[in-house]
C-alpha cells in the first residue's frame, strides 16, 4: 500500500485527513482486539511513546503534529511487519527531485498535483525542510495558507513557476538588497496589480506581502528593560510595574488609582528585541547546503602548520582536548559575539545609542563567516542612552542560551545528514572596540590599569602637565640581558630590570572576580551635588566600598563567567586591531603633521622637564618672553610636510584597492582629513613606509617604518606561527626605539595594545578574524533599515526578520542571488573577460609570430615540443652560443611544430592540433581585462582614471636559468582565437631588469624610463600579479613598488588561494633598526632645520 500521504500530503488536504481516518479506525480496531483502553499515538511529539484513550484525541494529534518518522508500517497499531517499497522509497526520491529539479526538469510534487516547474519544486521543499527542522512548533493555519500561497499561479493561464509565493519573494528581495520604503513598494505592487489581468492573486500593500511570508520569520521576543539599566522584566521580575532597584515605573505612564491590571498605560519604557539564537541555528541546518557548510572546519579546511582560521589556533584546540564530547560531532557551533553603539538616525547632532549584538558563526569559511548572511542578530538595545557597564543586564537571554545550548543543547534537524541530533553551542570570543571590551569584560579599560592583558602589572605614569595617563615601560618585554635595560637619559630616566606581566590564565582570572558583587543601574542621584560632595555623614561600610574600588581594577564581576568554558578559554575578549590600527596612524600622522591637537606641545615638554630628560628639548622662554619649543627628531619642517602630502596625494592605486588617497590630503592646510578605518589601515601598511622616504632621521624614519611592518605582517590572512615569536620581538625593539624619540605623550593605552596582538593571534586565529571590520559594515547596514525615526530599533528588527524570511527562501529558488551574499565583481572572470574598449584589429606578421610563439612556449601540452625543438637546433648547429640558440628558436619553432604535428598520426590532443594551426589572424583588443581577481587597464586607460591597472609582474627565468622578478606595464591587451579557445595576452613595456634595485630599507625601485626585452613584449595574462608604482621622494625618476590585492578565495570554488596560483610572490621587504648603543648616541632635536613651535 502507497502511503506517501502521511509524510508528503499537506495536513489540510482530503487525502491526509482521509488517510489519518482509515488509520486511527484501523488502530480501534486493533486496540479491541486486544481489549485494551489505550493506544499508542504515532505524531511527532508523542511518537508512539504516550498511552491514549480517546480515539478522537489521536486523530487530532496527527492533524496538528503529522506522523513521527520512518512509520509506513504500523507495527504498534496491529499490522504485520511487511516492508512498504513505495513508501521507503520516499526519501530517496525526493533527493532525486530536487537535483533534478536544479537541472530545470519537471518532477513529481510531493505537495500534490501532476507536475511542478523548478521554482515550485524547491519551495515545497522549502516546506518540507521546515516542517522536519521545525517540529511544527507554529501556527498550524498560517502554514497551510504558505503552502496554499505556493500552489496558487500569480494569475489565471501565467507560467506554473510564477506562483504568488514566489512572486512575493523575488519582489520582497528586491525591496530589502535596494532599502525601498514600504510607501515606495505599496506604490510598485499597486502599480504592478494595475498592470497584471484582472483578477490576479499579488498583495496590493507592503502590508499583505509581509503577511504573505510571516510563517517563515521566527521569533522575537520583547522584553521590557528598566530605563535606569537595574533590571530586564524578565524570569523573575516578568510580572512587576516597577523596578524593585531604583523604584522607577516600568510604563511610559504610572497606574493610576482604580485602573485595573491589564490596562494599557502607554507602553514599556525601554524595550529590548531578543531573536531566539537557538531557533536560528536550527533554521540554518534545515537547509541542505547550510547544514553542510557548518561542517566545513573539520572536514573541508585545509591543515597544515599555517594560521588560516580560527580552528588552526591554540584555544580551538583546547577546546577540542578539554571537551572532547563536543568537539566530537562538528556539526557543534563556536560563536563570536561583537557589539558596538550605532546612531541610527546617521545625525551628528544626535546623542542616541542604540546598541546591536551580533553573532558570528566560526565553523563556516573565513570567506562566509562575516558575510551579511550570515551574521546573526541576536539582540537590539533600545537607546537613547548606552548601556554601559549595565550591559550584562540586557545579555543575560543570551547567556542563557548558550548556556543551555552548552549543557542540554537542542534537538535538531540535520538536512544534509537526513537525521536528528543533539546541536550544541559555546561562545568562542568577544570581538569589540577598547571602551566596549571594558564594558564587556568588566575590567577597567583606562587609568593605572587600563590594559586588559597586564591587568595589575600594568606599567602607567600620570603626566602633570598633560593631565593624562600614559603606558611606556615596554624594556620588560626585552631579553633580561638586553642593553637597553640599563639605559636611563634614553628613556624615562631609570633601569629597568622587571620582566614582562605574568599572563594568567582564566581560571586565574575568574578567581580574582569571584568575590565580586554586582550592581547594576543608573540610578537617579538623591540631594544637592554640593551637600553630597562635602557630606561627612558616609557609613564604614561605604568608606570601605570606596576603598576596596579604588584597590580593584574590576568594575563587575562578568556575566560571561556563567559559562562553564569560560575560565578555559586563553583569551576571551580579543583586541580590535581595526581600532589599535587607527588609533595608531592618527596619532601618528598628528605628531608629524602638526595640526594643532598633537601630543607635542609645550605640556608635552613640560612633562619631560620633570621627568629630567632630553634637555634639549625643554621650553626655551626668549627675552621677548615667548616660549620656544625646539624641534624635536620627529618635527617635520614645512617642505617636509610638503613632500610627506605631496607623495601621498599623487598615488594612485588599483581599483578596489582602497579609497582615493588623494581626497585626504589638504595641502592648504598641511594635513590629512576625513580618514576612516580602512584608510588608515591602507595608510600604515602600505603608503607611509614609502612616503616618509626622504624626511626624518634615518633612526627615526626606520622605527615608523618597522611599526608600520609589523601590522602590516599581523594583519595577514594567512600566518606561519613559526615566525611569530620574531615578529614579537620585532615589536618589542620598534616600541622601545619609540619611547627614545617620541614624548611620553605619544603613549596612550593604543600604543601599547600592539604589543599582545601576536599572543592574540597565537590563541585565537588570524587577526583579520578577530577585527570589527565586517561587524562595523553590518551595523551601517542595520542603519540603513530605519524608516520610521520615531520607532527606529522597531524598524531594525522589522526589516531583519523580513530579509531573514526572505534569505531562506532564496536558498531554494533558482537563478535568484542572495542578499547577504553579494555577488563579487570578479565572480565568472577569473579566466579573463574584457571590460573596456573592445576593438577588431588585423596582426602583422611580425606581432603575429611573437605572440603566437609566446602562447605556445607556456602550454603544458607543448612543452615535450620545446624541448625537442631546442635539441634539434643545438645538434644541427654544434658550437653556436645560447642566445643564437634561443633566437632561432623564436624564429623558427611555430612553423616546426605545425609541420611536426602534421605528420603525426592519431594525435589525442584536439587541443595541441588547434594550436599547430595557429590563431586567426584577427584578434580582440581591449583597454580593461578582468583576470586572476585582478582589473587590468592599459597605459592609455589609466590615463583617463583616477585608479592606477596597468602595473604588472612576473616570475621568469633569466638566460643564466636564475629566476627574476620582471616589472612592467600593459601597452596592448590582445586576444587571440584559436576557434575553439581563445588565450589573453598582454603586450608590457618591461623595465630592464639592471634598473630593478632592492635598497637597504627593504623597497624595489625601478626606472621606468629604461625598457628593454623589446623582442619578447608579450606575457600570458594569467602568469602575472599586479603592481602599483609610487613615484619615489628620494629620486623622482624612480618609482617604488607596491604589491596589489585580490580576493580570489570563496570565488568559482577557490577555497586556497596557494593553491590556486603557485607561481605568485610577496614583495619581501626587510628595514633595519639600528640598536642604540650608548645613551649619549640618541640626537633628540634635529640639527637640519631649526622650524620649532613659538607660543
Known sequence: MDRRWMYYA???????????????????????????????CPCRDCKNEQMIEDKDEVHAHLIMNGFMKKYTCWTKHGEQEVPDVAAEEVLDQDVENTAAAREGMFVPSPLGGETIDLDTQCLSTMLHDIEDAEDNDRDYEKFSKLVEDCQMPLYDGCKS?????????????????????????????ELLKDLLPEGNNLPQTTYEAKQVLCPLGLEVRRIHACPNDCILYYKEYADLDVCPICGTSRYKRAKSEGEGSKSKRGGPVKVVWYLPIAERM????????????????????????MLRHPADSVQWRTIDRIYQEFSDDPRNMRFAMCTDGINPFGDLSSRHSTWPVLLVNYNLPPWLCFKRKYIMLAMLIQGPRQPGNDIDVFLEPIIDDFERLWNEGTRTWDAY???????????????????????????TVKGKWACSECMKETRSKWLKHSHKTVYMGHRRFLPRYHPYRNMRKNFNGHRDTAGPPTELTGTEVHNLVMGITNEFGKKRKVGKRKEKSTSKEKTEEHVEKQKTKERSMWKKKSIFWRLPYWKDLEVRHCIDLMHVEKNVCESLMGLLLNPGTTKDGLNARRDLEDMGVRSELHPITTESGRVYLPPACYTLSKEEKIDLLTCLSGIKVPSGYSSRISRLVSLQDLKLVGMKSHDCHVLITQLLPVAIRNILPPKVRHTIQRLCSFFHAIGQKIIDPEGLDELQ???????????????????????????????????????????????????GILKGYVRNRSHPEGSIIESYTTEEAIEFCVDYMSETSSIGLPRSHHE???????????????LDRKVYDKAHFTVLQHMTEVVPYVDEHLAVIRQENPGRSESWVRNKDMSSFNEWLKNR??????????????????????????QGYDINGYTFHTVKQDSKCTVQNSGLRIEAASDGGRRDQYYGKVEQILELDYLKFKVPLFRCRW????????????????NLANNAYKDEPFVLAKQVVQVFYIVDPCNKKLHVVREGKRRIVGLDNIADEDDYNQHVHGIGQEIPLEEEEEEDEVQYARVDHEEGLFL
Open 729 to 779: 620581538a620585532e615589536l618589542v625593539r620598534t616600541l622601545c626605539h619609540l619611547e627614545m624619540y617620541f614624548p611620553p605623550t605619544f603613549f596612550d593605552i593604543m600604543e601599547h595594545l600592539p604589543v599582545h596582538l601576536v599572543r592574540q593571534t597565537k590563541c585565537c586565529g588570524p587577526a583579520f578574524m578577530t577585527q570589527m571590520y565586517p561587524c562595523e559594515r553590518y551595523l
Open 828 to 842: 565568472g572572470r577569473l579566466d579573463g573577460v574584457g571590460t573596456v574598449g573592445r576593438k577588431t584589429i588585423r
Open 10 to 40: 499537506h495536513r489540510s488536504s482530503t487525502e491526509y485527513r482521509e488517510g489519518v481516518t482509515e488509520f486511527v479506525t484501523f488502530a480501534d480496531n486493533d486496540r479491541k482486539s486486544r481489549m485494551s483502553m489505550h493506544m499508542l
Open 991 to 1006: 623595465v630592464d631588469l639592471r634598473n630593478v634595485k632592492v635598497d637597504n630599507e627593504g623597497f624595489t625601485t625601478v
Open 901 to 926: 604535428i602534421a605528420r603525426l598520426q592519431n594525435l589525442s590532443s584536439e587541443t595541441l592540433q588547434w594550436l599547430s594551426q595557429g590563431p586567426e589572424w584577427s584578434a580582440t583588443t581591449w
Open 161 to 189: 513557476k510564477h506562483s504568488k509565493l514566489s512572486c512575493v519573494l523575488e519582489l520582497m528581495k528586491l525591496k530589502a538588497s535596494n532599502g525601498w520604503s514600504d510607501k515606495s513598494f505599496t506604490e510598485l505592487l
Open 282 to 305: 536550527k533554521r540554518m541546518f534545515a537547509n541542505k547546503e547550510q547544514a553542510k557548510l557548518v561542517r566545513w572546519h573539520a572536514e573541508e579546511r585545509k591543515v597544515d602548520t
Open 417 to 443: 545528514a537526513q537525521e536528528y541530533f543533539n546541536l550544541h553551542a559555546m561562545l568562542f570570543c568577544t570581538i569589540n572596540d577598547y571602551p566596549a571590551l571594558g564594558n564587556l569584560s568588566g575590567q
